[in-house]
């Protein structure tokens, strides 16, 4: 045990606690030491939710020497054409996770500070054959990251380690273009257990071990809120209860590791912990100004909107059958040359069948999805159609709004009947709207 550590100290000893890590293949959160790789992906499927497809492509020794304690891509939300930050990217096992699901339209950045680390990840990115990945030596309180560059920020089991976990959020927002999202598995504290006695709070290897430096779940989300992140939340916790405390403090982690415990202060500590900590799954987003999405400007899309336009309908749940071949009739609402709103159409004899009208969830609230409306109608009219028709359980009251009115199926023409949009949608549920335009 020492006195309080400064804040050079604390990384100093956790760039030490990783550099060892990765030569033992000891641990970060609940495991036992002596793991073998196939027992750390089973680990990693059964408890941190890792999907097998997800593991399928990344390398046996970025698996091995995963140090999480959540996977933050099972509920982040990475899309295709994202750019996704990775804070404390350790041996690369969610960069490469990520890197599949953004693709060759999208990039993924690892920052770690132990140079270990970042060599071995850029290993396991070889090994892969990723090279949509990059891996940056830095400090997330510092972050070698330009300003509104990032869709995506994730994180897994990291910001507990960080002394200054202000900057650190304060620097995820700085990074994330608005809108831009947060998921995050962090180890964090119940409030009434978040002071831990300073010896412990102070003690190195606990501190590694991600113990000493987690905080309260409470503070841990204010700390969010005050660096500007908004929607800020706690999705599902892990809790861990005493006999995953033991393991946790039983990693081989030094004097506080192993089972020797001759003055019971660990069988102490594991008392006072069991079901106070746990691996938290946490989200945030950067608000987006109203002055930006009302300055938002709308413009026909490209071929090179496809991708971020595809996932966006995705992530809306709305079908993307038919949206290369109609692509001359989609608008975009983009931000920084991004699509954060689409709108298309497509034209049947005079009939114009509206369609795929999705606005990103943190560019909701500012009117984006009338504009979007409106204006595609407006293309309707210049591309010479008569009659506006959608299919919709989800717009019908902006559609009402726009003057469209329900009509029956069998009153459209057998064309638009006959369309994908209509031969697919099963739901009876869908209203069928119509509006007659005026040129
Ligand atoms: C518990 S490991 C998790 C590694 C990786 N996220 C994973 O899931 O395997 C923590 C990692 O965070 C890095 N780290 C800790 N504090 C950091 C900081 N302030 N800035 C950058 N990296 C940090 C460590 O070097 C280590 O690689």
Known sequence: MTD???????????????????????????????????????????????????????????????????????????????????????????????????GTAGRVIGLDMTEAMIERAREHARQAGATNVEFRLGDADAMPVDDASVDLVVSNCVINLAPDKEAVFREVARVLRPGGRVAISDIVLSDDAAELPAALRHDPDLLVACVAGAIGESAYLDAMRRAGLTEVAVTERMVYGEETVREFLSCGCGPTGGDQDPTGSLAKLRATLGGKVWSARVVGRKPVPPELARAIAIESAGAADLPALLSLLRSASLPETGVEAHLEHFLVARSAGRPVGCAGLELHGDTALLRSLAVDAGWRGFGLGRRLAEEVERLAVARGAGRAVLLTSTVRELAARLGFVEVERASLPAEVRGSWEFTSCACDSASCMAKELKG
């Open 4 to 102: 309080k550590l400064s804040h050079d100290e604390i990384k100093d000893t956790v760039k030490r606690g990783y550099t060892e890590r990765l030569q033992t293949g000891s641990c970060c959160g609940p495991r036992p030491a002596a793991i073998s790789p196939e027992g750390r992906r089973r680990s990693l499927q059964d408890t941190l939710g890792y999907a097998p497809a997800q593991l399928e492509g990344v390398p046996a020794g970025a698996v091995a020497s995963s140090f999480g304690c959540g996977n933050p891509l099972a509920f982040a939300d990475a899309r295709p054409g994202d750019t996704v930050l990775d804070i404390g990217s350790g041996a690369g096992i969610d960069c490469l996770i990520a890197a599949q699901t953004v």
